[in-house]
């Protein structure tokens, strides 16, 4: 009886099937990507010893997962679509909200999804030479199309089409890829370990494994470098901007707030998968960098012939999993370890626009956004958004610019991190009545150490020679969001009133 006084077609609503292991696999499916396979060789030309290197490493999951914990709070006590956006709106205002998500639809989550996306392809061309972004089909200024290209619009399209289907179609492809990515670490890790490991590569690392030293190209030779040995002034430069690999390998990690209104029992899962999907990633990526050090010496040649002559620092276009796969299987290797990077860059696009799109709902929702995207379809998820996010992320694989967008990403999100949970404070003055199902670990000393810690990577960033020519243009780009907020709001004023 009372199913037929309902409405002929009542609105669609955001449908609660993530449980706690699908959440916990959209957090760590997320930070998965291909960095892991590849920053750590930047980073050894940075700081130049292996104990340095596992030292960023470990302050980078350190640093990740005191945000975590800080975001479990927020999550808990807010359990709704758009996650970080509604944190942010909530602890300052609509302005802020809205710098948030303009700065994520324009770079942090369209520019990494591009990036990726290229990723997937590149790996691609490791299998199938003919898909290479050397094959330009035409070039009209910044714009391009290869193969490579296509393969990249083609896998957000697909990706973007399955998780048009319904959100239960989504999660069955992350958990089903997130499994088998943590596999595949598992099995580098263990071979990098137990087969590729050797003496040479223990000995050359470790004798000395404190000892920091800085490599520069030589400026009109390439192929050229030459080593300064750190003092410490010099090393926190090179140290914070080493940082900005280490720190776009483990982000995304907060796309699970973006689907809070999907999570089952929120107030206690949401919490849950950030401190373990953060923790499970932490682990992989440091044992990664231990099986990478017991089998490549650190320091090696730009023209070196060989995988061992060539080292960590200078691996083939800086894959340095790809290195320790050749040490183990010969040629064989660069075959294995591309296609180990490509389920690895699937599943993480997959999380990355099954969560994306649901911030962009939230802003609709609030009319921040083109209305059209807050609505949802018979499958209970943003369809428009989704379509919305795949058009600008495939433009930027097109425009030639994504790699550019890609550097301002670690600085706007850091920049918004901080402000989150910096709110953290201000929702604990201004809203105490407010139940919290879970309170931040270490409050208030963990998210001020955490605040303090961003806070400083982030103007190092800023000052840094190597890392300057993008973070400002970046800052630029969140703050261009204040006019276009009060236009925006304008408008629709105007609209309503007509």
């Known amino acids: 009886m009372s199913a037929s006084l309902q409405p002929a077609s009542s609105p669609a609503q955001l449908v609660r099937g993530l449980g706690l292991l699908d959440a916990t696999m959209l957090v760590a499916g997320s930070m998965i990507g291909s960095g892991i396979f590849i920053v750590s060789a930047d980073i050894a030309r940075e700081v130049g010893s292996a104990g340095w290197l596992l030292a960023l490493w470990v302050f980078t999951g350190a640093l990740t997962l005191a945000a ?10 807010m359990p ?42 590149k790996f691609l061309g490791v299998l199938i030479p003919q898909v290479a972004e050397t094959n330009k089909f035409f070039t009209l200024g910044r714009f391009s199309l290869s193969p490579a290209t296509l393969v990249a619009i083609a896998v957000l399209m697909l990706l973007t089409g399955s998780n048009c289907s319904g959100l239960r179609t989504g999660k069955i492809i992350q958990n089903l890829f997130t499994f088998a990515k943590i596999a595949a670490l598992l099995g580098l890790i263990a071979l990098g ?21 800085h490599l520069q ?32 390998s483990s982000d995304a990690w907060n796309n699970i707030t973006f689907t809070a209104g999907e999570v089952k029992n929120p107030q ?16 992989l990526y440091l044992l990664s960098n231990v099986a990478y050090l017991v089998s490549l010496p650190l320091h090696g040649s730009p023209e070196g012939a060989t995988v061992v002559e060539r080292g960590i620092q200078f691996a083939t276009r800086d894959r340095v999993a790809t290195a320790v796969m050749e040490v183990i299987f010969g040629p064989a290797g660069a075959v294995i370890m591309a296609s180990l990077v490509l389920v690895s860059t699937f599943g993480c696009l997959n999380g990355m626009i099954l969560a994306g799109a649901r911030v962009y709902y939230a802003m609709a929702q609030d009319d921040l956004f083109f209305r059209p995207v807050g609505a949802l379809n018979r499958q ?16 930027l694989t097109l425009s030639g ?8 990403v670690i600085f706007a999100a850091l920049l918004f991190y901080v402000l989150t949970v910096g709110g953290l404070f201000v929702l604990r ?29 982030a103007v190092n960033l800023l000052v840094s020679p190597k890392t300057r020519p993008n973070t400002w243009p970046g800052l630029l780009l969140v703050l261009a969001g204040v006019p276009v907020f009060y236009l925006w709001k304008s408008f629709r004023s105007r609209r309503a009133t007509s």
Request: proline share 5%.
């Open 268 to 283: 206690r899962n949401l919490p849950l998968s950030l401190f373990l999907g953060v923790a499970l990633v932490t682990v």
């Open 429 to 457: 003055r201004t809203r105490p009545e407010v139940e919290r199902p879970y309170r931040a670990f270490g409050y208030p000393l963990v998210p001020a150490l955490y605040c303090v810690f961003a806070t400083l990577i």
């Open 380 to 395: 209970g998820v943003p369809r428009n958004g989704l379509i919305v996010q795949c058009a600008w992320a495939a433009l």
């Open 217 to 248: 190209p030589v400026a009109g030779e390439a192929g050229k470098w030459f080593a300064t040995p750190h003092v410490w002034t010099t090393f926190l430069l090179a140290a914070g901007t080493a940082m900005v690999g280490s720190l776009f």
């Open 401 to 408: 610019t994504y790699s550019d967008l890609l550097d301002y």
């Open 193 to 213: 370990l137990l087969v590729g490991a050797n003496a040479g590569a223990i000995q050359a690392n470790f004798t000395n494994g404190w000892q920091a030293v």
């Open 68 to 77: 975590a914990l800080s975001y479990g709070e927020l999550a808990a006590m």
């Open 80 to 121: 709704r679509a758009g996650g970080q956006y509604v944190y942010l709106r909530e602890a300052y205002g609509p302005l802020w909200g809205f710098l948030y998500g303009w700065t994520l639809f324009l770079v942090i989550q369209t520019g990494t999804i591009a990036a990726v996306a290229m990723a997937f392809a």
